[in-house]
C-alpha cells in the first residue's frame, strides 16, 4: 500500500524531528501521518500553532493553511519554502501574540488545528484549551508531544482519541482528536 511515508527519503531523521521542513511532512508519529493521509481533503481550513514540515503538508492537501510561530529563525524557512504557495499564511509572533491571535480566531472556524507549539507546559495547555472552541463540529486536533508539556492533565473526554506511539519518537507520541459532529 503506498502512503505518504514511502516518499519519506529518510524516515529516521523525521522520527529525530530532524530535516521535517526540508522533506515537507509533518514531525509526526508514522501512524498519525498514515491515518492524516485518509483524513485530509482540498476542502480543510488548518489552524498550526508551529509551523514546519506540516505546513508544507497542509498546503498541498487541504484548502488553507494559517500558522502561527515564534521562532524568527524557522519562520524565516518556512516563509521561504512557502513563498509561492497562495493557500499559506504565516504568522511571526510571541508567545503573547500567539495566545491573543488565536483567541481572535472564528469560532468553530477550522477542520483541524495542529497543537505543535510552546513548550512551557502552562502555556500549551492554555493554547490547547483555548483552541478547543476554534475546531468545527467533526472537526480533528492534534497534539503533538502529548506525553509532554503538561499535557497529560488536557481533557480528552467527549472526542473520539487516537494515540500513537512509537518506538524512538523524539516527540513523545502524537494524539489526533476527533470533535462530534
Known amino acids: 500500500m503506498k ?23 509533518p514531525g509526526l508519529t508514522s501512524g498519525a501521518i498514515i491515518t492524516l493521509e485518509s483524513i485530509v481533503n482540498k476542502k480543510m481550513k488548518v489552524l498550526e500553532l508551529g509551523s514546519g514540515g506540516s505546513t508544507l503538508f497542509w498546503a498541498r492537501n487541504c484548502k ?8 524568527a529563525d524557522l519562520y524565516k524557512d518556512v516563509k521561504q519554502k512557502t513563498r509561492f ?47 478547543l472552541f476554534k475546531i ?7 497534539i503533538n508531544n502529548y506525553q509532554k508539556f503538561g499535557m497529560s492533565t488536557f481533557n480528552y473526554s467527549k472526542k473520539q482519541v487516537f494515540t500513537f506511539d512509537e518506538i524512538g519518537f523524539l516527540g513523545g507520541g502524537t494524539r489526533l482528536l476527533k470533535f462530534p459532529a
Open 3 to 25: 502512503t505518504i511515508l514511502n516518499d519519506i527519503p529518510n524516515r529516521e531523521a523525521l522520527i529525530n524531528g530532524d530535516r521535517a521542513l526540508k522533506i515537507g511532512y
Open 64 to 71: 488553507s493553511v494559517r500558522s502561527y510561530e515564534t521562532n
Open 85 to 131: 504557495l497562495r493557500n499559506v499564511e504565516i504568522v511571526l509572533t510571541d508567545r503573547h501574540g500567539m495566545t491573543v491571535g488565536l483567541a481572535s480566531e472564528p469560532k468553530q472556524g477550522y477542520d483541524i488545528i495542529l497543537i505543535n507549539s510552546d513548550p512551557i507546559h502552562s502555556r500549551r495547555l492554555y493554547l490547547a484549551n483555548l483552541a
Open 136 to 142: 468545527k463540529a467533526g472537526g480533528w486536533m492534534i
